[in-house]
Structures are given as C-alpha cells and as structure tokens.
C-alpha cells in the first residue's frame, strides 16, 4: 500500500469517526433532552430489568445507552465515548455494524448476569463492551492497530476501567463486566480475511 493510498484510507477513516460521533451521540443525547422535556423521566423506566421478561426490560437490551440519570451521568458517558469512539472508527472497517452488535450483546449480558432486583441504565456498558472488543481483537485475532488503541486507552483509563469493575452502590457493575465479556467474545473473533494477492 503506498502513502496516496494510506492517505485516503485515513481520510475515510476520519470521517467514519465524525460519523460514529452523530450515530452513537446524537441518539444519546436527543435522548436525554426529549426524556427531561417531554418524557418527564419515564424513558428511563425502559431500562434493562434481569431476567424480566416485559416489554419494557426488552426495550432496555437495545436502548438502555441512550437512557441516563442525569446531565453528569451523560457527561461522564460522552466523555469517554469521544475518546473511544475515535479510536474504534480509525481502526474497525465495519464500525456501525459492529456498534449494533455491541449494543446488543451487552445488554443481553446484562440482562443475562444482573440482579434481578435492579434496574440498568447508560451507555457505560457499550463503552466497556468497545474496550473489551479492542482487547480481543488485539489480543486474540492479532489486530495490531487495537493493540495500539488499547495501549492509548489502558494509559488513560486504568484507573476508570479498574474502579468500574468493582461492585459498588449506584453503579451497575453487570453492565460494565457484561459489556467487557461481550466485546472480548466478539472481538476475539473479529479478524478480517484477507484475499491472498496474486502476482502477474
């Protein structure tokens, strides 16, 4: 590959950053605005109920990361995803895709592993689940550029990534360790096949 086609891939990659940012934030804090001005809190109630078999815990499995606690829970989510969310869209080729699958199976996880007295809520278990599947990829499927993203992340975020997969009071230590079991199994099995050059 040479540099006017590194470049180009770089490019595409940038703006499917730019793109993930409006497909992951804009939801997410749509979300929160029309909950406090319309909603008055209810679309919370929609979060993941383990093991609830309603209709309301269904919505959470798919939905819970556009739902927060408040204007500091949001923040706290966004921050991290700014910084994710970049990393995730310079080096995964099929970023949206693997978003909703992501989405998806850490709630199921969630739904699966949490107290079934609790109720889950926020976009930190997507974030966990998009660490985890840059660790099994780097890891397991030898994607070096997620091995680099991990490296930038682990320095950052040690201590986040430490303290949020402690069981604390008020915060779901399911969504975090579901999310984090979730993307490593995906991420494990995430290398991309490549069709062997032939020379002429």
């Not at 891939?9 to 940038?14: K, M, P, T, Y």
């Not at 990361?65 to 970049?86: A, K, R």
């Not at 889950?120 to 599947?133: D, K, Q």
């Not at 780097?138 to 990534?161: E, P, Q, S």
Request: glycine content about 12%; aromatic content about 16%; overall charge positive.
């Amino acid at each position: 590959m040479n540099w006017r086609q590194l470049f180009t891939l770089f490019v595409a990659r940038i703006k499917q950053v730019f793109g993930l940012y409006a497909f992951v934030l804009i939801p997410m804090w749509g979300m929160f605005f029309l909950n406090e001005v319309a909603l008055f809190g209810l679309w919370n109630i929609f979060g993941i109920v383990p093991r609830a078999l309603d209709m309301g815990s269904m919505i959470g499995v798919f939905a819970s990361w556009t739902m927060h606690g408040n204007y500091s829970h949001l923040l706290g989510n966004t921050v991290t995803l700014l910084q994710i969310l970049f990393l995730f869209g310079l080096f995964e080729k099929n970023a949206y895709r693997t978003i909703l699958k992501l989405i998806v199976a850490s709630g199921l996880v969630t739904w699966i592993i949490g107290s079934p007295s609790s109720i889950h809520i926020g976009a930190s278990g997507l974030c966990f689940a998009m660490l985890g599947y840059m660790i099994g990829g780097a890891i397991f499927a030898r994607r070096w550029g997620y091995l680099i993203a991990c490296i930038v992340m682990g320095a950052g975020y040690w201590l986040t990534i430490k303290e949020g997969l402690m069981p604390q009071e008020g915060i779901s230590f399911a969504a975090h360790f579901g999310g984090l079991c979730a993307g490593l199994l995906l991420g494990t099995n995430s290398k991309h096949p490549y069709a062997p050059t032939s020379r002429q």
